[in-house]
């Protein structure tokens, strides 16, 4: 099946670092990621999208300048949190779709990363 | 506002027995129906439904869309103890995947 590698699965670092989280599409193309952040016992909150070669697109409430998308080729994107403080500490996890844009007929799934706990002290 | 709801929230239940996990969802202009199961880490892919009334089957997992009713269950029969985990409901609408507050499925030996 498809696979998304997410690396580190785990950071602590000290408040005012720039921490960046990568994902990997191993087996095939990614044409969209997304970018979710996850509270304790809580669901999957989307922050962003990002289709390849263009600008990330980020839900209402996500400051763009914080969390910082790159997605520059069809197998990786990247996630940077700016000068984290400790109310950024959270799970984010990244998904992968091989659909062409976002809209289309939604018959690709999703494929989760094992995500990337972030603490910041 | 796209929204999807899953029901219970949490299960506790006897291994062996059979569970049956409910989705409902109002989202504009559907795209797919998707579960996942998440344990320790990120979600993991079950099931993705697209068409009403089609069952899609996976070992002691299957899972029905019913778009009349704008629903979906997923059912797990025989449960084992590797089974507990917190299953997701998620829609595809037109621009995003809009995720369940998940039911926490516990199996006790």
């Known amino acids: 099946g498809a696979v998304v590698s997410q690396h580190p699965s785990r950071v602590i670092c000290k408040s005012g670092t720039s921490v960046k989280i990568e994902c990997r599409s191993l087996d095939f193309q990614a044409t969209t990621m997304f970018w979710y952040r996850q509270f304790p016992k809580q669901s999957l909150m989307l922050m962003a999208t990002?289709?390849?070669?263009?600008?990330?697109?980020?839900e209402q409430g996500v400051e763009k300048d914080k969390f910082l998308i790159n997605h520059a080729s069809l197998t990786l994107s990247t996630l940077t949190v700016t000068s984290a403080h400790p109310e950024d500490s959270s799970f984010y996890i990244c998904?992968?779709?091989?659909?062409?844009?976002?809209?289309?007929?939604?018959?690709?799934?999703?494929?989760f990363g094992d995500g990337t706990r972030l603490s910041i002290l | 506002e796209d929204k999807v709801v899953q029901s219970p929230l949490s299960l506790v239940v006897h291994e062996g027995d059979t569970v049956t996990l409910n989705c409902s969802y109002e989202v504009t202009n559907f795209r797919s129906l998707l579960w996942y199961k998440q344990e320790k880490k990120a979600p993991t892919f079950l099931f993705m439904l697209?068409?009403?009334?089609i069952e899609k089957k996976s070992g002691r997992l299957s899972s029905i869309l019913d778009k009349k009713e704008l629903s979906s269950i997923l059912n797990i029969t025989a449960t084992q103890t590797g089974d507990s985990a917190i299953y997701l409901c998620?829609?595809?609408?037109?621009?995003?995947?809009?995720f369940g507050q998940g039911t926490r499925l516990t199996i006790n030996p």
């Open positions: 998620a829609v595809k609408g037109a621009q995003k995947l809009v």
């Open positions: 697209t068409s009403s009334g």
């Open positions: 990002s289709n390849e070669g263009s600008k990330a697109t980020y």
């Open positions: 998904s992968a779709t091989s659909e062409w844009r976002i809209g289309s007929l939604g018959n690709q799934p999703q494929h």
